[in-house]
Nanobody, 120 residues
Framework: QVQLRESGGGAVQAGASLRLNCVATGNQFSINVMAWFRQTPGKERELIASVSSGGTIEYSDSAKGRFTIARDRGKNTVILQANSLNIRDTGIYYC??????????????WGLGTQVTVTS
């Protein structure tokens, strides 16, 4: 079992930055990928950024150029640096951990989420 705990969300004005943190505990032997997802009302959970065990990083189109994902294995943490935030970035951000299910990943674990609210 893997436990994930997010932190770092908050309410900010458009143009500001936030640094979201995710700490993973438990048996992470089977984990091949860590990711951040965003949930907004009425929409499906959206993949924002992911980082694989091999170091492959992917971003959604909305995150490219503004968000940076980084994994610190020594500290069992995954960070999402979110810059130039806009209203459309508002939502609950979930840290998720998964394994390879070729050609994609299957996410087995997620945390309780952290709320990000961006106002104009």
């Amino acid at each position: 079992q893997v436990q994930l705990r997010e932190s770092g969300g908050g309410a900010v004005q458009a143009g500001a930055s936030l640094r979201l943190n995710c700490v993973a505990t438990g048996n992470q032997f089977s984990i091949n990928v860590m990711a951040w997802f965003r949930q907004t009302p009425g929409k499906e959970r959206e993949l924002i950024a992911s980082v694989s065990s091999g170091g492959t990083i992917e971003y959604s189109d909305s995150a490219k150029g503004r968000f940076t994902i980084a994994r610190d294995r020594g500290k069992n943490t995954v960070i999402l640096q979110a810059n130039s935030l806009n209203i459309r970035d508002t939502g609950i951000y979930y840290c998720e951990a998964g394994r390879i299910a070729f050609p994609n990943y299957l996410y087995d674990y997620w945390g309780l989420g952290t709320q990000v609210t961006v106002t104009s």
